[in-house]
């Protein structure tokens, strides 16, 4: 089955750091661009970040760009996402999701670029609570 699949969601306390994790399964990583991606509870799923396929070039949601920081090792087969200071808003579902290459900002609407992926993972929770 081909898919991604998420890792390192949890319950996590305020001011902590998490890393997130995306690994594929049944394809190699290193050919196509890898987003991130939120949901909260009542919210519409937007778009966070994105690195291209050799990680040399990567784009942020504006309200994030100072403490999410996306990488990729492709000889790991991963790509990360590492969430600093995490705050209760940044409680959600985190998915990551594979496409031919990155949305060129994450300001227009998660509608208008959503088709450009092809392999989404499950999700993983993320809650942020004393």
């Known amino acids: 089955q081909v898919q991604l699949v998420e890792s390192g969601g949890g319950l996590v306390q305020p001011g902590t750091s998490l890393t997130l994790s995306c690994t594929p399964s049944?394809?190699?990583?290193?050919?196509?661009?890898i987003g991130w991606f939120r949901q909260a509870p009542g919210k519409e799923r937007e778009g966070v970040s994105c690195v291209n396929i050799d990680g040399g070039s990567t784009n942020y949601l504006d309200s994030v760009k100072v403490r999410f920081i996306i990488s990729r090792d492709n000889a790991k087969n991963t790509a990360y996402l590492l969430i600093k200071n995490l705050e209760p808003e940044n409680t959600a579902v985190y998915y990551c999701?594979?496409?031919?290459?990155?949305?060129?900002?994450?300001?227009?609407?998660?509608?208008?670029?959503?088709?450009?992926?092809?392999?989404w993972g499950p999700g993983t929770q993320v809650t942020v609570s004393s």
């Open positions: 999701a594979a496409a031919a290459h990155c949305h060129p900002t994450l300001r227009d609407r998660y509608s208008d670029y959503k088709n450009n992926y092809d392999y």
């Open positions: 049944g394809f190699s990583l290193d050919t196509y661009a």
